[in-house]
């Protein structure tokens, strides 16, 4: 990661909805707008991989669990006729389903093929990783110390690959309540935590344990640690910090946790624009300086409305700590039926599979979409 902090300062600020703008110095100052933010490289494909089975697919297309968490993105897929299911069971035989990125557990991903349908695992690459690392290890007769959230869907899918072999811990108390494992003893862990409530229970597992395998490098994802860097960078900065993303999803929280551990003496988590704070005048209760960023899962467009309602005097200034270029192609049966279907061409395909398959690296998911609309 580069220590390199990039930054641009917008010419004029945002206006308020009704076209005015705030003055004297009560209301919002100024914005600093953490890059990266909001959608990883794993978001990114599951929710072009799904708009591509939306255009591909008669309706409905099931996903097993929310496609990423967060409702804007589920809603806008519900509108274009998608089921998100919680049992694959649910699903009519022979429907399409895609599997969502957190990854599933293998009992799932069986139960789906077996219902004869066409199956898409849009399971982030980062979290096989973890699956490989945990049955890898279990194969070889460890017992894994796994850091991750209780009944979050990427602990429940990872645990499940190897069930009898992993210990599920998040707190430093939980490592000191495991048994002495008589075998070899491996650590890994969730991919979006932060890595502050990481190192604290990995050290206790280190010291615990001292003869404890951990891979090369830690399970954290780029995307998570970028996040909250930037995100380190801004909260000092701050009177205010405002996170989007969605209640239940984990890494937005741990860049809620994180900015109220930088000091930050506000820090607000909110869905979007309309659950921020509003004086009776209609503006936004928040002063001074106001940080903004947006978990994994939040569209930039939720970014963009709380942007136009802090409505800052001095504009939005960017403040970069490194560039994210990751690129994560969708699942290769997709591609492959995806290609099949441009070849036929003329099938009444709207944007953005009427592009050619080679640009699915050039179309953002935010495009993707607003391309359902
Ligand atoms: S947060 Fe990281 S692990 Fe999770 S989907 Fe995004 S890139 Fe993958």
């Known amino acids: ?3 390199d902090v990039g930054r641009h300062r917008t010419s004029s600020g ?7 703008r705030p003055t004297g110095s009560e209301g919002v100052d100024l914005v600093l707008l953490a890059e990266p933010r909001g959608f990883c490289a ?33 809603r806008r897929f519900e509108e274009q006729g998608v089921v998100f299911v919680d049992d694959v069971t649910e699903v009519p035989e022979g429907r399409p389903i895609m599997l969502s990125a957190h990854g599933s557990a ?19 690459p980062l979290v096989t990783k973890v699956h490989h690392e945990v049955r890898s290890r279990a194969d070889k007769g460890y017992s894994i110390v796994y850091i991750g959230h209780e009944g979050h ?9 190897a069930p009898a072999a992993v210990h599920r811990v998040e707190s430093v108390e939980e490592v000191g309540a495991l048994p002495a494992f008589a075998e070899p003893v491996a650590l890994l862990a969730q991919t979006t935590l932060s890595h502050r409530e990481w190192a604290e229970v990995a050290d206790a597992a280190r010291e615990r344990f001292p003869d404890i395998w951990t891979p090369g490098r830690s399970d954290l994802c780029f995307a ?8 380190v960078e801004l909260a000092p900065r701050c009177d205010a910090v405002v996170v989007v993303g969605s209640a239940n999803s984990s890494n937005t929280l741990a860049l809620e946790r994180l900015a109220v551990e930088s000091g930050c003496p506000t820090v607000l988590r909110i869905n979007g624009a309309d659950e921020l704070p509003r004086r009776s005048d209609g503006s936004v209760a928040l002063d001074g300086t106001v940080g903004v960023t947006a978990g994994a899962s939040a569209p930039e467009e939720l970014v963009d409305e709380v942007l136009q309602a802090l409505a800052p005097r001095r504009g939005v200034e960017l403040l970069r700590v490194t560039d994210e270029d990751e690129y994560f192609p969708p699942p290769r049966n997709l591609r492959e039926l995806v290609t099949a279907i441009g070849r036929f061409g003329g099938l009444g395909l709207g944007a953005p599979v009427a592009a050619a398959w080679s640009g699915d690296r050039a179309v953002d998911a935010s495009a993707a979409l607003a391309a359902l609309d």
Not at 106 to 124: L, N
Not at 153 to 161: L, Q
Not at 224 to 231: G, H, S
């Open 1 to 3: 990661m580069s220590d």
């Open 224 to 231: 998570t640690t970028n996040r909250q860097a930037a995100l």
């Open 14 to 20: 945002p206006t308020r909805a009704d076209g005015s």
């Open 153 to 161: 869907e990427e602990a429940v899918g990872t645990m499940a690959v």
């Open 106 to 124: 293998p009992e799932v991903v069986a139960a789906a093929r077996e219902r004869g349908s066409f199956v898409v695992d849009a399971v982030c």
């Open 42 to 74: 794993g978001v990114e494909m599951a929710i072009k991989a799904l708009t591509w089975m939306v255009r591909a697919f008669e309706p409905p297309v099931y996903c097993y669990h929310e496609i990423v968490h967060n409702q804007v993105v589920v």
